[in-house]
C-alpha cells in the first residue's frame, strides 16, 4: 500500500541560556553564539518509500543504517528546527502529521515533545569542532487503535514512547541520537540530531 507523504512540521524555539542551570549559563563577557539545532524524525522499513526522498546531506546517515540496521528504505517523517545560544537550552512541542498509518483512522494526528537542557559548544578545530546535547528528550504520543469499533468509530489509545540520552556529535554533522521501534514489523524511527552555526 503506497504511503502518504506529509508536509514537515518546521517549529522553531528562541531559547536564551539565562534560565538554565548555573554550569551551562553563558561565561560572563562572553560573546554569545547563535546555533540552529535540526531534528530529524526518519521511519526506517523494508517498505519502498512514496515521494520525497532523503535530502543528500542524510544520504550517508542512511547508509550507514542500511548496514546497522538491516533495514533499506529511509524517509523523512517530521523535521524539527530550533534555533538557541550557545549555552542555552530548547523546549518545544506541538502536534503533527499522522506519523505512520493508523489501520481505521489514517489522518489521526500524533504528539511530539522536544527539550535539551543545554547546547553547547565544545572542542576542537573549525573543521571538527564537537556540540554536546544534554538532558536530551525527545517523545511521541502515537495513536494505537485497540478495538476496531464493529463498523463504528474506532477505539484509539495514546501511548507515548522516545529517547532520553546525553549525546555528542559533530557541528554540521547530522548524527544518529538512538531508535524508537513503531510497533510495526521491520519498522523503526530514528532520531537524527545536526547542530549549525546560525547566519
Same mark, same amino acid.
Given at each position: 500500500?503506497?504511503?502518504?507523504?506529509?508536509?514537515? %512540521?518546521?517549529?522553531?524555539?528562541?531559547?536564551?541560556? /539565562?534560565?538554565?542551570?548555573?554550569?551551562?549559563?553563558?561565561?560572563?563577557?562572553?560573546?554569545?553564539?547563535?546555533?540552529?539545532?535540526?531534528?530529524?524524525?526518519? =521511519?526506517?522499513? +523494508?517498505?519502498?518509500?512514496?515521494?520525497?526522498?532523503?535530502?543528500?546531506?542524510?544520504?550517508?546517515?542512511?547508509?550507514?543504517?542500511? @548496514?546497522? %540496521?538491516?533495514?533499506?528504505?529511509?524517509? *523523512?517523517?517530521? #523535521?524539527?528546527?530550533?534555533?538557541?545560544? +550557545?549555552?542555552?537550552?530548547?523546549?518545544?512541542?506541538?502536534? #503533527? /502529521?499522522? %506519523?505512520?498509518?493508523?489501520?481505521?483512522?489514517?489522518?489521526?494526528?500524533?504528539?511530539?515533545?522536544?527539550?535539551?537542557?543545554? =547546547?553547547?559548544?565544545?572542542?576542537?578545530?573549525?573543521?571538527?569542532? #564537537?556540540?554536546?546535547?544534554?538532558?536530551?528528550?525527545?517523545?511521541?504520543?502515537?495513536? *494505537?487503535?485497540? &478495538?476496531? @469499533? @464493529?463498523?463504528?468509530?474506532?477505539?484509539?489509545?495514546?501511548? &507515548?514512547?522516545? *529517547?532520553?540520552?546525553? =549525546?555528542? %556529535?559533530?557541528? +554540521?554533522?547530522?548524527?544518529?541520537? @538512538? #531508535?524508537?521501534?513503531?510497533?510495526?514489523?521491520?519498522?523503526?524511527?530514528? =532520531?537524527?540530531?545536526?547542530?549549525?552555526?546560525?547566519?
Amino acid at each position: 500500500m503506497a504511503r502518504r507523504t506529509f508536509p514537515a %512540521l518546521l517549529t522553531l524555539v528562541f531559547a536564551l541560556g /539565562a534560565a538554565l542551570p548555573p554550569a551551562l549559563a553563558q561565561e560572563p563577557g562572553r560573546e554569545a553564539t547563535s546555533l540552529e539545532v535540526q531534528i530529524y524524525l526518519l =521511519v526506517a522499513s +523494508d517498505e519502498t518509500p512514496q515521494g520525497v526522498q532523503l535530502p543528500a546531506s542524510l544520504e550517508p546517515v542512511a547508509k550507514r543504517l542500511r @548496514g546497522s %540496521l538491516q533495514l533499506p528504505n529511509y524517509r *523523512i517523517a517530521e #523535521t524539527f528546527l530550533n534555533r538557541v545560544t +550557545d549555552h542555552g537550552g530548547v523546549q518545544s512541542s506541538g502536534v #503533527t /502529521a499522522p %506519523l505512520l498509518p493508523v489501520q481505521t483512522s489514517p489522518s489521526t494526528p500524533a504528539f511530539y515533545t522536544l527539550a535539551i537542557q543545554g =547546547v553547547r559548544i565544545g572542542s576542537g578545530t573549525a573543521a571538527r569542532k #564537537t556540540v554536546e546535547l544534554t538532558g536530551f528528550r525527545f517523545g511521541i504520543r502515537l495513536p *494505537i487503535v485497540t &478495538s476496531p @469499533g @464493529g463498523g463504528g468509530a474506532p477505539s484509539i489509545q495514546y501511548e &507515548s514512547v522516545g *529517547i532520553n540520552t546525553e =549525546v555528542q %556529535l559533530l557541528m +554540521d554533522v547530522p548524527s544518529v541520537v @538512538g #531508535t524508537i521501534n513503531t510497533g510495526r514489523p521491520k519498522e523503526l524511527f530514528v =532520531v537524527v540530531a545536526e547542530v549549525r552555526q546560525a547566519n
